[in-house]
């Protein structure tokens, strides 16, 4: 069965940088994208960006454009999320979540389960 | 950018009533748009895909339509295992989301 299963629980401090790992089973990881989704606490969900794990193309959100990276590495079919320059409102669950390619547009069918990313002094 | 805007932010309603969430795009997505739900401390979860079409074992209460700049989503017979906020998703952008509660 599909999963993504996402590394642990982070505390950064404010400037540092965090890198989230999303470990992919159960499907040929270079035939879907991973996109990144993260949630504020009590808020809504936010698209950061999304990269193909066939060719490495990325495309990232406008306001996180050359705070964040993201990368795969298909010998082990994880993919990579790295934020840099944390700030207090960078503290969310982030998530990885693949393409859903039966859909027209952009869709998202599988989860991983999130990871907490707290930026605190 | 697209904005998508859902109403309600919230709502309460009676197990068995017909709950509709309505989500309106600033411009055109034609048909390009999904629905989530997400529970407490869970991961979303996709149940409506391209406005209409319903993800393999959502229940059938749950259904979409719409096109163009208005969508709606519709659960026919509210249940208590519905509780949770639901997002409407363009693409690249979510909407605000809705809770539903039970009353």
């Known amino acids: 069965q599909v999963q993504l299963v996402q590394s642990g629980a982070e505390v950064k401090k404010p400037g540092a940088s965090v890198k989230v790992s999303c470990k992919a089973s159960?499907?040929?990881?270079?035939?879907?994208?991973i996109s990144w989704v993260r949630q504020a606490p009590g808020q809504g969900l936010e698209w950061m960006g999304w990269?193909?794990?066939?060719?490495?193309?990325?495309n990232y959100a406008q306001k996180l454009q050359g705070r964040v990276t993201m990368t795969t590495d298909t010998s082990t079919s994880t993919a990579y999320m790295e934020l840099r320059s944390l700030r207090s409102d960078d503290t969310a669950v982030y998530y990885c979540a693949r393409d859903y390619i039966a859909a027209a547009g952009k869709a998202f069918d599988y989860w991983g389960q999130g990871t907490l990313v707290t930026v605190s002094s | 950018d697209i904005q998508m805007t859902q109403s309600p932010s919230s709502l309460s309603a009676s197990v068995g009533d017909r709950v509709t969430i309505t989500c309106q795009a600033s411009?055109?997505?034609?048909?390009?748009l999904n629905w989530y739900q997400q529970k407490p401390g869970k991961a979303p979860k996709l149940l409506i895909y391209d406005a209409s079409n319903l993800e393999t074992g959502v229940p059938s209460r749950f259904s979409g339509s719409g096109s163009g700049t208005d969508f709606t989503f519709t659960i026919s017979s509210l249940q208590p295992e519905d509780i949770a906020t639901y997002y409407c998703q363009q693409t690249l952008t979510f909407g605000g989301g809705t809770k539903v509660e039970i009353k």
């Open positions: 411009q055109d997505i034609s048909n390009y």
């Open positions: 159960g499907y040929t990881f270079t035939s879907y994208g």
């Open positions: 990269i193909s794990a066939y060719n490495g193309n990325t």
